[in-house]
């Protein structure tokens, strides 16, 4: 889920919440893999059908300006695949080769979550933490999904300069209080305006169904039969939508950190649900159990490697909470309640050195120091984007239509999982006032047997994609193989496993799957050897949690919104949080 928080150097990122949540709780130990729901015959629907015949021209590489040992293309798409001869759009396509010497094996592609994560920014960020095995036997391909980045994108401010203005007028974080609270309303009410009024036909053409249209397209453009695909946060749901969609052409898919197919489309676009896409998946549930592991591993070791210890997980606990009380009282500089709150939700996604930095920051400012924080990049910022991830994301994910119904939505979410409750609650408030439904949207069904198993990883403790987001995609995809990996953050991306790369090499390359109940550990445990001061980590999305270059992966798009890369990354969706040592072979 991607967070709100502030741009470096000059005014404010709001609210984006948004990316690759899911529903349920996270569980205190793994367990073994679900039995695949039965599978039953497929239903047509709207969203179903062949993409047109002439649907995948070669594409045309060549060097990419900005990526050095990258190729870059464009591929061409309908904007509504039911009118192919109508308006198209431009997809913005990287790959890196594979390198040998072993034979190679066709394209393996990576969507790095968000919504709004855009590929040709992270795949050259992340590209050295794929196993070795799988740079030296696949190309390796990402994209920016359409609305997204250099892709034919949303866009709803004339200038740069107009969308930071637009941003100075939401609270950091979320509202607290009635006149913040109007102040936000009537800001996303009026994004959404603009966005309306700029490309309405762009709006309703961005959904999940739509990019899973496009990532077949890229298949065929690459000449590959069935399709290898790495899919982190709301990479999953891709994955899963483009399965049902397309079920005979799945050759390999691994699904890295999990939201609940079902809870994400609940029911028909337009109806007006209960519950937030976030709240729906419990991803206030799972952040809390995440913020009470983080917590309680810090109070168990001392100050030299945790900073905010305060000597046992329960005094550390209450540490917290007193903080949190007098924050609520009264800000300490820049450093409100409600930036607080979603620096720390941010701050869970990437173990080393994400929990390291958090650590610091709360004991900064227990301390009544001004936190640490990240040097501005060098230039002008680039145009923020965060209204395509609200774009892909409320155009097809319902959710309460009545903005006054989210300050007791937040409270709602408070009382059943603390503060950070109150900002999972506020990250689906845009979309109440969105004025765009999706005219492709896949609601289901989500057990199309496909021609071969799907792998699904998610760390225990999650506070994005909870675990139960995994167990839940496991038991509706027709046949699919749990990994669990007893372990805390977003995505065995952020937080690394040898374990896990060992079993999705072995599934990529050979198709092995890992013996069911399989369970591994990750490389580095919380708080487990001293550390110097870093800097802040924040962001989100399916690839949040490290900075790289000043620029969010979560949001991956040109944006320094929040993962993500979006990532949102995260996210949709994030980069911050440092960069971690690539992966051994």
């Not at 900075?547 to 980069?575: K, N, Y």
Request: hydrophobic fraction near 35%; charged fraction near 20%; glycine fraction near 10%.
């Amino acid at each position: 889920m991607h967070i709100p928080r502030s741009p470096v150097g000059r005014g404010r990122f709001a609210a984006v919440a948004v990316a690759a949540a899911i529903c349920a709780c996270v569980l205190s130990a793994p367990a073994p893999a679900p039995a695949p729901a039965p599978a039953r015959s497929p239903v047509p629907g709207p969203a179903d059908g062949p993409a047109p015949a002439d649907a995948a021209p070669a594409l045309a590489w060549s060097p990419c300006a900005e990526a050095p040992g990258f190729d870059c293309a464009t591929a061409k798409a309908p904007l509504d695949y039911r009118r192919p001869a109508g308006r198209a759009v431009d997809l913005a396509v990287i790959r890196h080769r594979a390198t040998g010497p072993a034979p190679r094996l066709g394209t393996l592609f990576f969507n790095p979550g968000g919504p709004g994560g855009a590929g040709t920014r992270a795949l050259p960020q992340w590209y050295e933490l794929f196993p070795e095995e799988l740079r030296q036997r696949f190309d390796i391909a990402s994209w920016d999904p359409r609305g997204v980045g250099g892709s034919t994108a949303v866009h709803c401010f004339p200038t740069t300069d107009e969308a930071y203005e637009w941003l100075e007028r939401i609270p950091f974080g979320f509202p607290v209080g009635e006149s913040e609270t109007e102040a936000w309303v009537d800001a996303y009410s009026d994004l959404g305006r603009l966005c309306e009024q700029r490309d309405p036909e762009l709006l309703r053409h961005v959904s999940t169904t739509d990019t899973a249209r496009d990532l077949d397209r890229l298949r065929q453009a690459v000449g590959d039969e069935k399709l290898s695909f790495l899919g982190v946060s709301y990479g999953t749901f891709l994955g899963a939508t483009y399965a049902n969609l397309f079920p005979g052409r799945v050759r390999a898919m691994v699904l890295d950190s999990n939201i609940d197919p079902r809870a994400w489309v609940d029911g028909a676009v337009g109806a007006d649900p209960r519950l937030t896409t976030f709240l729906r998946e419990d991803v206030d549930l799972g952040s809390a159990a995440t913020l009470r592991q983080f917590l309680d591993h810090c109070g168990r070791t001392g100050a030299d490697r945790c900073a905010f210890s305060a000597g046992s997980p329960e005094a550390t606990r209450a540490k917290f909470e007193r903080l949190m009380t007098r924050l609520q009282e009264h800000a300490q500089g820049s450093w409100t309640y409600a930036r607080t709150v979603t620096t720390v939700l941010s701050g869970l996604y990437a173990i080393d050195p994400g929990w390291y930095d958090l650590a610091w920051t709360l004991e900064d400012l227990w301390a009544w120091r001004p936190p640490q924080e990240p040097v501005a990049p060098e230039g002008p910022l680039p145009y923020p984007a965060f209204e395509q991830i609200e774009a892909i994301r409320c155009s097809e994910s319902p959710n309460p239509r009545d903005p006054r119904r989210f300050p007791e939505l937040a409270e709602f979410s408070h009382g059943r999982a603390g503060d950070l409750g109150r900002a999972v609650a506020w990250a689906s408030e845009p979309c109440a006032t969105w004025p765009a439904t999706a005219a492709s949207r896949y609601a289901g069904p989500w057990n199309r047997p496909t021609a071969n198993p799907v792998l699904v990883v998610n760390t225990v403790y999650d506070p994005a994609t909870p675990y139960q987001g995994a167990l839940a995609m496991t038991r509706q995809l027709a046949h699919a193989r749990l990994l669990t990996v007893e372990g805390y953050g977003h995505s065995s991306v952020l937080n690394p496993s040898l374990c896990v790369d060992d079993h999705e090499r072995r599934y990529l390359v050979d198709g092995v799957l890992p013996p069911a109940g399989t369970v591994c550990r990750q490389d580095v445990r919380p708080f487990s050897e001293s550390r110097p001061r870093g800097g802040v980590g924040t962001g989100g999305g399916g690839t949040a949690g490290r900075r790289r270059g000043g620029v969010d992966e979560g949001a991956g798009t040109g944006a320094v919104d929040r993962a993500d890369g979006a990532a949102a990354l995260p996210g949709h969706e994030s980069e911050d949080g440092g960069r971690r040592q690539a992966r051994r072979p």
